[in-house]
């Protein structure tokens, strides 16, 4: 079993920045990938990014050169460091961790980002 948990949301004017956490716990060993994932009132919840055990990473278009995913191994922790950020990019963001262990794709309970205008 691997636990996630995420903090560092909150408010913040447009073009400013956040910096999101997610720590893992549990079997972290058995973790493949660590990604972001945002949702929007009435939306479905989509990859914003997404880094491997092996540091390859991957970005939805909507953020690329804004965001930038990155882990710091020793501490099981994935961070996603947002700038420039848009009204647009407000929304629940949640952590999965994805893992070889059952049931594979552990969630976070997601933390809240709001962008004022």
Sequence with gaps: QV???ESGGGL???GGSLRLSCAAS???FSINAMGWYRQAPGTQRDL???ITRGG???YADSVKGRFTISRDNAKN???LQMNSLKAEDAAV???KADSYLRPYNYWGQGTQVTVSS
């Design 3 to 5: 636990q996630v948990v």
């Design 12 to 14: 913040v004017q447009a």
């Design 26 to 28: 549990g079997s972290t």
């Design 48 to 50: 914003v990014a997404r």
């Design 56 to 58: 390859s990473t991957n």
């Design 77 to 79: 922790t994935v961070y």
């Design 93 to 95: 963001y949640y952590c």
